[in-house]
């Protein structure tokens, strides 16, 4: 009852021995309501192979969220190796935020993005460290939208993506950090879930979940219910 709905066909296969979404450009990009009215956390694992050329500049389009009832919109992707997103909240105009840290194609890397909706606080993250802080409008995004993974501003993505989480809460630096050595070192089963009753993950299930340990031996028609 906790699964979000997406529609569209990537590829899911392994890279570097790890079941991901794996994007060759020109793939449909899955996609999935996500109200994105509050403070947002939005975080996954990436690996690129080749960017964007557009306008003297080299895009890695990765995650888009648009709500078509306001105009809302938030990108979040890679702009000549940095960080970007670019953000419009009704009411609030338009925000512009560019990090610092170079993120290298080939290998995987863990991008974050942080935003409070109230004072308008943004930070960027890369493997759980801090990235860079920025002000952007402080207001939130007014209606749901639909967020489509491995495409942004219309540029489809070349890379892969994987363990993709949307918080509706912002995450401490702390927190964030906690999140870089969850690393997956065998491949595991591609799910679509909900995180903790009110956070959205997308991405392979490649942690333990639902552990449980009886004290007393279990009958065999027991543990078919299970």
Not at 128 to 134: E, W
Not at 141 to 157: L, N, Q
Not at 166 to 178: G, M, P, T
Request: proline content about 3%; some cysteine.
């Amino acid at each position: 009852g906790n699964n979000l709905v997406t529609s569209g066909a990537v590829s899911y296969s392994a890279v570097d021995g790890r079941n991901c979404a794996d994007f060759s450009g020109g793939d449909l990009q899955p996609t999935s309501t996500v109200d994105l009215s509050g403070d947002i956390t939005l975080s996954f694992w990436a690996r690129w192979n080749t960017s964007v050329p557009f306008g003297g500049n080299n895009y890695v389009q990765m995650f888009s969220w648009l709500s078509p009832a306001t105009v809302d919109y938030l990108d979040f992707y890679l702009l000549n190796g940095k960080l970007r997103s670019q953000r419009r909240a009704a009411g609030g105009g338009f925000s512009n935020s560019l990090g610092t840290i170079n993120v290298p194609a080939g290998s995987w890397h863990l991008l974050t993005t942080t935003i409070d909706a109230v004072t308008g606080t943004q930070k960027f993250f890369v493997d759980g460290v801090l990235d860079s802080t920025h002000t952007v409008s402080a207001a939130g995004f007014s209606a749901a939208g639909t967020a489509t993974y491995g495409e942004a501003s219309g540029r489809a993505y070349d890379g892969a993506l994987d363990d993709i989480r949307i918080w509706d809460r912002v995450l401490s630096d702390a927190e964030v950090s906690a999140l870089a050595p969850i690393t997956p070192t065998w491949p595991g089963t591609f799910a679509i879930a909900q995180i903790g009753g009110d956070d959205y993950g997308f991405g392979f299930a490649e942690r333990l979940d639902d552990v449980a340990i009886w004290t007393r031996q279990l009958t065999a028609a027991e543990v078919t219910q299970i």
